[in-house]
């Protein structure tokens, strides 16, 4: 409920904070101690207030979407480093201009999953990325191509994290705890769509599997974009070879190479092996 839908007899918190900073300058109201404790920063970023400073990293998205409207999410995590086609020049490696394919699979499955969710009036399977560069900048500008909007879940890194142009004003957020983010990716998600990346893609790869394989969350569809990637960087087979997963657990998520084929998945998803009749399998 926002503050002013609220109707009670006392001061709110606001008028406060403002006749605070209009208080005639003295050495008493200075002193860092005369500040109002939720308006001094020092206060704040003190050790013994981290559970306040996670209490409200997951209450201040969780209110704003909600006032959104957002009901629920379609998730994607790829990797900061995939270029654009256009760019692909300037990659890094040769294995990363190859991957510049996936930025444009990324932008069509976020323009066709956008333009699905206004159908039904936007606030639901709207798009969510980590708002960065690479997969995450494809994934906003995809919703942008269908003239909807999406949420950038950002998060404050020591170098080249910022959040890209094209997520939703409104609906950019930045973190300073990754698990705190990490929740909101995963407490609206109808899919997950994960694109090749490094360490973050894999770690949340990693984490919202093992949620679902132990039951902490129900299965949604669960899709990895690029199956000789995937194949490649981690051995699935070999998992449930060794007896550390069991077989079962293979079919938690499909591989997938394009939107289109996203798409139907998503359409058809069924968590049981009923998805053997998916039309075009």
Known sequence: MRDDQRSHPLRDAHTDRTAAQAAPSTPQTRAPAYQLAFTDSDFMCRDE??????????????????????????????????????????????????????????????????????????????????GGPGVMEAGNRGAIDAGGRSIGLNIVLPFEQAPNEYVTPELCFNFHYFAIRKMHFLMRAKAICVFPGGFGTMDELFEALTLIQTGRMQRVPFLLFGKEFWQKIIN??????????????????????????????????????????????
């Open 49 to 130: 207030l981290r559970p306040v400073r996670l209490q409200l990293e997951l209450l201040k998205p969780e209110l704003m979407l909600d006032a959104e409207g957002i009901t629920s999410t379609i998730v994607l995590f790829g990797g900061a480093r995939i270029p654009e086609p256009a760019k692909k020049d300037s990659a890094r490696t040769k294995t990363l201009a190859d991957l510049s394919r996936f930025y444009d699979e990324t932008r069509e499955f976020a323009r066709l999953m956008t333009l699905k969710s206004m159908q039904g009036g936007g606030t639901e399977d709207v798009i969510v990325t980590g």
């Open 236 to 281: 699935w087979d070999a998992l449930a070879d060794a007896g550390t997963i069991s077989a079962e657990d293979l079919d938690l998520f499909r591989f997938v190479d394009s939107a289109s084929e996203a798409m139907n998945l998503i359409e058809y998803w069924e968590p049981t092996a009923a998805r053997d009749s998916i039309p075009g399998r």
